[in-house]
């Protein structure tokens, strides 16, 4: 790629952050007509989450990317894990379901397609984010970009969302860290669900290596190193080589209350949040990339018709509402009780798999799981499962 270094006067719309959010957004702007200016010195690279890409989120793309073109791992099953008693049971997933594709490659062939589509790579950090006279105004090492409509789609630790809104507070983020473990991969999710801290381990395969690694509240007393060391002990017994090369990885996830998603600020007049900046995470699964991509089409329609109330109406109807709920649900989705209960009730009931291979793979919201456990006509353990949450 080549690095805008010659200073961008005016846009129409700044977009700060090329992740998936914000090169979706340029995309769609630009392929409206509109002039984006794209600041980021980092994207494309690998990131440390799992890197699961779920069938609607590959919907949302299909006109932008052609997933089967893409270097992935197509998932066949996930296999869950209660940490105390080793009991496991591997819930198969459909063909389409989930796939895990490097994020490099991923994220790097939406920004170029929004290259493609018109929109001018700044290539570089930005510094600092001011509004001026009827424009905001994005400080960089490169110059000045201008424009009346702002996109942050910048991440947890978004610059954009710390001057235009509030960051985030420590108990509303999560600590993601552990190993990408090269030489070895897999065709199958292991998800280990902990109650101290209360969060869960994870291996995903990804072609070439395995993203190993533990994720929980980054106010629950844990340090990262303390979390590293418990994952590297948890490698030791995933049966890989011991030939392979482990490179860590840290980086902190928003996880909110239900409370923070019924207040959330995701715009005002002129701006807008996309993805991880506007907190828009799973707070049970960590899962972000629907989201980020789902956001980011919402906020460059918003911008095309110059309503940021309509942004945030849309992003409290269709995501906000459901991720309050998962974050009700996530109080005792990891406790002893409940992950021996989860494990039980998988390991009894095909139709209790099949509700979870559903939500795996994003096609079952959670304000409809009550009811899909209930459809199920395991009653009793329907009825466990829900009365321990």
């Not at 509402?321 to 990891?334: E, N, Q, S, V």
Request: aromatic content about 8%; glycine content about 10%.
């Amino acid at each position: 790629m080549t690095s805008a270094t010659a200073p961008v006067d005016h846009a129409d719309v700044a977009i700060v952050g090329a992740g998936p959010a914000g090169s979706l957004a340029a995309f769609r702007l630009a392929r409206a007509g509109a002039r984006v200016a794209l600041v980021d010195g980092s994207h494309p690279r690998e990131k440390p989450c799992g890197g699961g890409v779920t069938g609607r989120a590959l919907a949302i793309v299909a006109d932008v990317l052609d997933a089967g073109s893409l270097s992935s791992c197509h998932i066949r099953s996930a296999r869950f894990v209660d940490t105390r008693t080793k009991r496991a049971v591997a819930v198969p997933l459909a063909a389409d379901a989930l796939i895990v594709a490097s994020r490099a490659e991923f994220d790097g062939r939406l920004l170029d397609a929004a290259r493609h589509a018109g929109v001018r790579l700044v290539q570089t950090r930005a510094l600092d984010v001011t509004r001026g006279s009827g424009v905001f105004v994005i400080r960089t090492p490169a110059g000045q970009v201008t424009a009346p409509l702002l996109i942050g789609a910048d991440g947890a630790n978004s610059l954009v969302r710390r001057r235009l809104a509030r960051p985030f507070a420590r108990a509303e983020l999560s600590i993601a860290t552990g190993f990408f473990v090269h030489g070895t991969t897999s065709d199958e999710v292991v998800i280990e669900l902990a109650a101290d801290p209360p969060g869960y381990l994870w291996s995903f395969p990804r072609p070439g290596h395995l993203a190993v690694g533990i994720c929980a509240q980054a106010d629950d007393g844990a340090t990262p190193a303390d979390l590293r060391a418990r994952t590297a002990q948890w490698i030791g017994g995933l049966s890989v080589s011991e030939r392979v090369h482990l490179s860590p990885y840290s980086w902190p996830i928003p996880s909110l209350s239900a409370a923070a998603f019924g207040s959330l600020a995701v715009s005002g007049p002129g701006w807008f949040l996309a993805g991880d900046a506007a907190g828009l995470v799973d707070p049970i699964t960590r899962e972000g990339i629907y989201f980020a991509l789902r956001s980011g089409e919402l906020a460059a329609h918003a911008a095309l018709s110059g309503s940021h109330t309509s942004y945030r109406e849309r992003i409290h109807d269709e995501i906000a509402t459901d991720l309050a709920l998962a974050a009700r649900y996530k109080a005792g989705f990891f406790r002893p009780q409940f992950t021996r209960l989860f494990i039980d009730a998988l390991r009894r009931s095909s139709g209790i798999r099949d509700v979870m291979a559903d939500l795996v793979a994003g096609r079952r919201a959670y304000s409809t799981l009550k009811w899909s456990l209930i459809r199920t006509f395991e009653l009793g353990l329907a009825w466990r499962l829900i009365t321990s949450t």
